[in-house]
């Protein structure tokens, strides 16, 4: 492969957050964002149809506050922001108007201090399931209809309980019955596993454990695995 590096020069402390496959700059689609502080921002598609060697603003950050997701939305879909505290806010898409690269966004979920949002789906699909997983190696999938919709920059409802035993949330993602999902650790430990064999709970509930992690260990993050089919 080809070092990022070449590819998109980064300052001292940035990193890759994420990468968004692009075949065409259409009007009609939009680059929707989302922040640790809970800031949410969409911004068409085609004002990033310029790009420059040394990259461009995507959105303004300020405060130490760090972009958590990106993803490629048509603009009539849900959004859910998960934050660590086990809450998440589902609201439409349409209640966040297009803005500009420079701008700084709006309030998608409202945090207590020393909170932070950690996880952004786009809801495509109302028949799968949304994987939480907390520091402890516990979570749960729970049905995506069971998250009812509010109105964007609400404290949200319950995702998952964070109690001693689970820790903090550290990532939420859609999953389907075949996927695989790949739990990652602090340490370097990746475990694969079916998501068929995590059990489905309701929202207010803690969940099993996912993978056993040593006295210091921590999860720090899942990743889906689609299996797609040569034919």
């Known amino acids: 492969g080809k070092p990022i590096i070449n590819l998109l020069p980064l300052d001292q402390g940035e990193q890759i957050n994420a990468v968004l496959p692009i075949r065409d700059y259409s009007e009609d689609m939009f680059v929707f964002m989302a922040t640790a ?59 966040v108007r297009s803005m500009g690269r420079t701008a700084k966004g709006v309030r998608g979920i409202r945090l207590s201090k020393g909170q932070k949002a950690i996880s952004l789906i786009i809801v495509d699909n109302q028949d799968i399931t949304v994987l939480t997983a907390t520091q402890n190696g ?28 689970n820790g903090p949330v550290v990532s939420a993602v859609t999953v389907e019955n075949d996927d695989e999902i790949m739990l990652i650790s602090d340490q370097g430990t990746l475990i694969r596993t079916p998501v068929k064999d995590i059990s489905v709970f309701g929202r207010n509930t803690q969940g099993v454990r996912l993978v056993n992690l040593s006295e210091l260990e921590h999860l720090v993050s899942i990743e889906r695995i689609v299996e797609y089919n040569d034919n």
């Open 37 to 95: 502080n809970g800031t949410v921002k969409k911004t068409s598609l085609i004002e990033f149809s310029r790009p420059r060697p040394s990259g461009i603003r995507a959105i303004e950050l300020v405060g130490g506050n760090k972009l958590i997701g990106a993803e490629l939305t048509d603009g009539k879909r849900d959004i859910m922001l998960f934050s660590d505290a086990g809450k998440v806010v589902r609201f439409s898409e349409s209640h």
């Open 138 to 165: 516990y979570g749960k999938r729970t049905n995506i209809k069971d998250y009812p919709q509010k109105s964007r920059g609400g404290v949200g409802v319950i995702s998952i309980q964070v109690t001693k035993r």
